[in-house]
């Protein structure tokens, strides 16, 4: 409170309070916060219920551990009246004494974890996991934020981003924990939770490319292969072996499209996705029928060279089969033009169960 009051500010104190017993919430309530009681546990679980309790048009929330310096909040409220809907403190661009920090977060856990979340979903952030940020009322109702755990900060700058909100940073100055108790952090474990929720808000990077990338070494093994070995040196030779591998390969990414293709459609019913993606406009303009047709004429193609194939066998007396080759490459398009198909019985599912648009059907 004495930091509105030297700033000029008018504003409020609210403390989300999930189960502490160390008479925190008596000091709160008797220095004038207004203390909200969360039964669920959870980081996430108790933000969003303080969150939703305060009644200011711009918000700043900080961990209530003396780690972070609240008369600080009139440079946040600055930025905020420049424009900027999200206010991020940033502790590299600031000062971390020493003990606040394990040297593994500040190294490695919190460096990494942002450099992954600017690289899939470009928020240009320094300091993504710092637990002192503002943001306006309009911004954050927009977010739609849903995490209850520690992966509230990563889904917090992951919609901001993706909402295209104005975004800046601060430096700030990072306590050590004046508890006197063990945090809550674990280390692998919430670094886990982060990176695998960024992964899930991030279908392109865990399905697409991979998917993509071994169709096309897939593909290249097998069409490389097709007339005959591979001479790479006077020592090494690729032969069918290695086209097997091929199509194992093609068949493999292909399934991890499809799945990513699902994945998509999924994320934009629940609004994990916001931004106009190309492949929603790509999935906007394709039907059941394109995928039937297309999947048909795969599966025809790889049919009719299978058969064209047994003919010469059976031609020979079936005798020892000379074109294991084009069986392996026939086959190949047989499969992926079964998967195609089914595939897209199960898009045009999910888009009426989901209420999204593919083909006939709206992405809302």
């Not at 104190?13 to 919430?25: F, K, P, Q, R």
């Not at 969360?38 to 009644?55: D, E, F, K, M, T």
């Not at 856990?109 to 993504?128: E, H, K, Q, V, Y």
């Not at 999947?295 to 790889?302: D, K, R, V, Y």
Request: one cysteine or more; a positive charge.
């Amino acid at each position: 409170m004495s930091a509105f009051c030297a700033a000029g500010l008018r504003g409020e104190v609210v403390v989300a309070d999930n189960g502490s017993n160390d008479g925190s919430i008596e000091v709160a309530e008797k220095l004038g916060a207004r203390v909200v009681s969360v039964p669920q546990r959870g980081y996430g679980a108790a933000l969003r219920a303080g969150i939703a309790a305060a009644r200011g048009a711009f918000i700043i929330m900080g961990d209530a551990d003396d780690s972070y310096d609240f008369s600080e909040v009139p440079r946040f409220v600055e930025k905020w009246r420049q424009g900027y809907d999200v206010v991020m403190g940033n502790r590299f661009r600031g000062e971390i004494k020493a003990g606040a920090m394990p040297w593994h977060h500040k190294y490695i856990g919190n460096p990494g974890l942002t450099a992954l979340l600017n690289i899939f979903f470009r928020a240009g952030i320094g300091d993504s996991h710092c637990g002192m940020r503002g943001f306006t009322r309009a911004v954050y109702d927009r977010m739609d934020l849903r995490s209850t755990g520690m992966e509230f900060a990563s889904e917090f700058v992951i919609k901001a981003a993706q909402l295209g909100a104005r975004i800046t940073e601060i430096p700030i100055t990072l306590w050590p924990d004046k508890r006197g108790r063990p945090p809550h952090l674990r280390s692998f474990r919430d670094g886990w939770r982060h990176l695998r929720f960024m992964l899930m808000y991030a279908p392109n990077w865990l399905f697409l490319l991979p998917g993509a990338s071994l169709v096309l070494s897939g593909l290249f093994l097998v069409f490389w292969l097709l007339p005959g070995p591979r001479q790479i040196s006077p020592r090494i030779t690729l032969d069918i072996h290695t086209m097997i591998f091929g199509v194992i390969f093609t068949l493999l990414g292909v399934q991890i499209l499809s799945i990513g293709s699902f994945a998509k459609v999924f994320s934009y019913s629940e609004r994990f996705t916001r931004g106009t993606v190309s492949l929603k406009r790509i999935l906007s303009r394709v039907t059941l029928e394109t995928g039937l047709l297309l999947g048909g004429a795969l599966f025809l193609a790889g049919f009719a060279g299978c058969a064209w194939v047994t003919w010469k066998w059976a031609a020979s007396g079936f005798g020892p089969l000379q074109e294991v080759r084009q069986v392996l490459f026939w086959s190949m398009w047989l499969f992926i033009g079964v998967q195609v198909i089914f595939a897209s019985f199960f898009l045009s599912m999910l888009g009426i169960s989901r209420g999204t648009y593919i083909g006939d059907y709206e992405l809302k």
